[in-house]
């Protein structure tokens, strides 16, 4: 997984400096030394794309002060300080200033490593939910209401953008739970028309008056159908009539099944394939679940006027562990249960342990590798920033096939 890999590693003896410093190498992690606090205040800014790592007793200034002071300039950025060997009252101390963790000296490489991936992991997850948050404050409809930073999310703008250019008839489909009116609405709010009403209605029993005041009420605005795939017949020749007219209206349809000409007539099927965009599952892109869950979790919390909750690097590890077959209704329910202090299942998974959920998020993030890249292995292998041999052996882990996710 991508993201933040330095380490500002303070610490005043110079030998124990250049061995933690060489352990982070040999882990693959960039490590910025310093001997002092004076040494390392200059690198502590809100933007540092680390964490920091830091002795407490040093000469001088010692490592609460640098907490402290690293806390004031930015208190979602993680230091983990290293106490004497069983120092507990001064350890607990720490974790009660704000230390993301501690570790006792000498600490073994893969307690160190360990620790310092999950506070590396939680930056990652903070630095990308405040790029989105700036994007989406400065952005356009789309760049407001459609969240994540993966690839397909990305895609789902530009398409949606391309889609506001044009007046025609489009059908928004994608998996239960995916919001697919939401998506339409952005359409909608991206286009020439966005002054003007966007108005909803369920196709399942739309008669023909019906979608008559429908389409008046949305005059110079747009018309958003749910599930057009159970729009009464009758209703569904009216509806090609309206197109073919040039009805002041713009129609949107929705749908959560494959779309063929046994629930539409020919006609409006054929009107409507010609400009649809796709949602893509949850569980295409996994990378967007903390950037999805946080915004979520922060929207919940404005509407019941909470504070947001700490979540956790080993929560949002289980969260990324779920399939989320309901897609994102279901995260946004997990948000407001977790504001609320609701248990959630999602929180223990099956009861698996903090391996067995990595081992989860590894596979969901393989498939969905696969997925985008239309089971072409080494276009998914250099996506993730894989060598291609722990690639395939990362397959044959989890008996992934990429020919299943050929077209």
């Known amino acids: 997984m991508s993201g933040p890999s330095r380490v500002l590693l303070v610490d005043d003896d110079v030998a124990v400096r250049d061995a933690l410093a060489q352990t ?12 002092s606090f004076v040494a390392a205040k200059d690198h502590i800014t809100r933007d540092f794309a680390g964490v920091i790592l830091s002795d407490i007793r040093m000469p001088g200034r010692d490592g609460f002060h640098l907490l402290n002071y690293a806390r004031d300039v930015d208190d979602e950025l993680p230091v983990v300080l290293l106490t004497g060997e069983g120092d507990i009252p001064m350890a607990v101390s720490a974790i ?9 000296k000498p600490c073994a490489p893969g307690d160190l490593v360990s620790v310092l991936s999950r506070a590396l992991e939680a930056r990652r997850s903070v630095l990308q939910a405040r790029a989105e948050r700036a994007r989406a404050e400065t952005g356009d409809p789309a760049s407001r209401m459609i969240f994540g ?15 506001a250019q044009t007046d025609e008839a489009i059908l928004v489909h994608g998996p239960p739970g995916s919001g ?18 966007f108005e909803k209605r369920a196709a399942a029993g739309l008669d023909r008056a019906a979608l008559r005041d429908a389409m008046q009420v949305a005059a110079h ?7 057009i795939g159970d729009l009464p017949a009758d209703s ?18 929705g749908s959560t099944i494959a779309l063929d000409e046994a629930r539409l007539n020919s006609e409006l099927h054929y009107r409507l394939q010609g400009a649809s965009v796709r949602i893509p599952s949850i569980a295409e892109r996994p990378e967007d679940i903390p950037i999805l869950f946080r915004r979520y979790a ?12 700490e979540i956790t690097p080993d929560h949002m590890a289980s969260l990324m562990a779920q399939d989320w077959p309901g897609n994102a209704r279901s995260l946004m329910s997990a948000a407001m249960r977790f504001v609320l202090g609701m248990a959630d299942d999602a929180s223990d998974p099956g009861g698996l342990g903090l391996a067995e959920q990595m081992a ?13 890249q239309q089971g072409r292995a080494s276009q998914a292998a250099k996506a993730l920033k894989l060598p291609r041999k722990t690639f395939y052996d990362k397959l044959a882990k989890y008996g992934i096939r990429p020919e299943d996710f050929r077209d």
Do not use: N
Request: charged letters at 25%.
């Open 24 to 35: 982070l190498d040999l882990a693959g992690l960039r490590a910025t030394t310093a001997g």
């Open 96 to 104: 009660e200033q704000g230390a993301f963790d501690f570790l006792e």
């Open 149 to 163: 930073c993966s690839d397909l999310a990305g895609a789902l703008r530009a398409r949606v953008r391309k889609l």
């Open 180 to 197: 697919a009116s939401k998506v339409a609405e952005v359409i909608h709010l991206c286009s020439a028309r966005a002054h003007a009403a």
């Open 221 to 227: 605005g747009a018309l958003f159908l749910d599930e």
């Open 236 to 253: 569904q020749i009216a509806l090609t009539e309206f197109l073919d007219a040039g009805h002041f209206a713009r129609v949107m349809a």
């Open 298 to 309: 922060e929207q919940a919390c404005e509407q019941a006027g909470l504070k947001l909750p």
């Open 360 to 372: 989860r998020v590894e596979r969901s993030l393989l498939i969905a590798a696969l997925s985008r």
